[in-house]
């Protein structure tokens, strides 16, 4: 796959947003709410987490950065590997839907359900009503990575690796990464990243 991205779609739809994330250490507000899930029974975030903490991915169905295009293969064909990684380490990993603007559309509950059963998602698929946690969060975009500790205080944010970067001289994978880091008691580096994707679509007041 060649590494350039040099097409006007994805000028179009690649975003790259400053620095003003969530603050590392943060909890968050209502670990207990419950979200119906597109991919199983209702459950919230304090029923998810494990021993070793916590990863939430913001997703959505149709975004290229998910599902991919042919310029670019699409974050969504790692979600399961990153479950199955996660599951082993003891974190539990899901999947949140915040796309509210889009909700009588491509990201109805209906359409989620049938995206995580072609795509054979292992995780839950939460819908997020009126975008709630991710204005909480401050989610940008999808997907959006917020990867927390066993006491839901958050440890990494940011992207899933850099294969966005047609100009990266390696491939980072900053999950895998932090992951491996937490799990062995190390200092998770870098502890942030920019997000990048397509813009988390909220209703406008």
């Known amino acids: 796959m060649s590494k350039v991205f040099f097409y006007p779609f994805f000028i179009l739809f690649i975003f790259n947003y400053s620095w003003s994330q969530t603050p590392l250490g943060s909890s968050l507000k209502d670990p207990k709410k419950n979200y119906k899930n597109a991919n199983g029974p209702s459950t919230s975030l304090v029923q998810e987490v494990k021993q070793n903490g916590l990863i939430v991915v913001f997703s ?3 975004c290229p950065f998910v599902v991919g295009s042919k310029h670019f293969p699409g974050w969504e064909k790692q979600y399961n590997e990153l479950y199955d990684t996660s599951m082993k380490n ?14 009588q559309d491509v990201d109805a509950f209906e359409k989620m359900q049938s995206h995580a059963k072609d795509n054979n998602y292992k995780m839950a698929y939460l819908l997020d009503d009126n975008s709630v946690l991710a204005n909480e969060l401050l989610a940008k975009t999808t997907p959006h990575v917020f990867f927390y500790n066993a006491q839901l205080e958050l440890i990494y944010s940011g992207s899933i690796d850099n294969i966005w970067d047609g100009k990266r001289k390696k491939e980072m994978h900053y999950l895998k990464d932090a992951i491996m880091s937490h799990v062995n008691s190390k200092k998770i580096k870098p502890s942030s990243t920019p997000p990048k994707g397509c813009s988390i679509k909220r209703v406008k007041p």
């Open 60 to 62: 959505c169905n149709t």
């Open 90 to 103: 003891n974190i539990g990993f899901l999947l949140v839907n915040s796309n509210e603007a889009k909700r």
